[in-house]
């Protein structure tokens, strides 16, 4: 079989999925397992490029560092790569240039005192008059849970006016996974933490969050690697190990991911494995019925690698000619 060069398969992604399909408002779940001397590093550090050249929000998960069988976790750790900042302003100078609002001419003069001047208003009816705007705005858009809009809300009005709304620093230590109490949240209407039976709800709702922010879509690449490997005890460092168990339970979250594409916005979600992934008698993606029907690829060109299949295989090779075939 003609091997398919890293190369190749990312040209294809970009002109395929990143350049239009992803921006256009697709999603997509590939997997990719890279041939040594195939780097898993060479393969995530193309994809970032590729993702920032589109325009698109990069994120990485490790397993060896997260528990991503935990979508919880998977949901903070993405979050925790998100400039929350730079996202909340541009919404919100989208929002109220489209009032008709005049805006200050940078992000550091941006803030309601400034605001209030420009458009000859006093403070605190403009800030009335803004803050019911974010909240029929946000509130309207059914694209996010519920609890995500009103964190969305949250933010947008400490970043107008901060110190005016007490819960800003919770809401991010709520998005963020780090410790922060229910009670801190309730004058957002927040009543209960990210945990894996609405995490993935949060996911979608910030893809969707991502578009409506300014950013093209979302890239999210997931190194599963360590889930596929046993290793015993004594040779384990400080990272993350799982048990057979486990290895099916993030299997069990993958395949959701791609039984969810549809509800996902602007998202291509590549994950990365090792060859135990592919071979492993135990802990290999085969050993998980639901995952294997939809990711196996048991009808397939026995001369060439489709470089659009669900599951390729990677070799670090020079991009094919044009007389091999590969899109260019």
């Not at 730079?86 to 400034?114: C, I, K, W």
């Not at 395949?255 to 509800?263: K, N, S």
Request: a negative charge; hydrophobic letters at 40%; proline letters at 5%.
């Amino acid at each position: 079989m003609v091997e398919l060069s890293a190369a190749d398969w990312l040209s294809v992604v970009r002109r395929e999925y990143l350049a239009d399909y992803v921006p256009a408002g697709g999603s997509a779940v590939k997997f990719v397992v890279p041939h040594p001397p195939l780097r898993h590093d060479e393969l995530r550090r193309g994809l970032h490029e590729a993702a920032e050249a589109a325009g698109l929000q990069f994120a990485f998960v490790d397993s060896a560092a997260t528990r991503i069988h935990l979508i919880d976790r998977l949901f903070h750790d993405v979050a925790r790569q998100l400039d929350w900042n730079s996202l909340v302003y541009v919404y919100l100078t989208h929002l109220l240039s489209e009032q008709g609002y005049r805006l200050p001419d940078n992000r550091n003069q941006f803030s309601l005192s400034a605001l209030a001047e420009l458009n000859e208003r006093a403070e605190p009816s403009l800030r009335q008059d803004i803050r019911r705007e974010i909240e029929k705005a946000i509130l309207g858009d059914y694209g996010m849970s519920q609890e995500f809009r009103f964190a969305m809300i949250g933010l947008c009005r400490s970043l107008l006016d901060p110190g005016y709304d007490p819960t800003s620093s919770a809401i991010r230590d709520w998005l963020l996974g780090d410790p922060v109490r229910i009670s801190s949240l309730k004058p957002a209407l927040i009543f209960q933490r990210v945990a894996r039976h609405n995490a993935r709800h949060m996911l979608t709702s910030l893809t969707h969050w991502l578009k409506v922010a300014g950013k093209a879509g979302l890239v999210l690449v997931l190194d599963i690697t360590r889930y596929a490997q046993a290793v015993p005890p004594a040779q384990r460092d400080g990272t993350s190990y799982y048990s057979t168990a486990a290895a099916m339970d993030a299997y069990e979250v993958l395949r959701q991911l791609v039984d969810g594409t549809e509800e996902m916005e602007s998202c291509f979600i590549l994950v990365i494995a090792g060859q135990e992934f592919l071979s492993d008698e135990r802990r290999g993606y085969r050993e998980y019925h639901a995952l294997n029907l939809r990711i196996a690829d048991e009808v397939h060109d026995q001369n060439r690698e489709n470089p659009v299949a669900s599951l390729v295989r990677l070799h670090r090779a020079e991009p094919a000619q044009a007389s091999s075939g590969w899109p260019s």
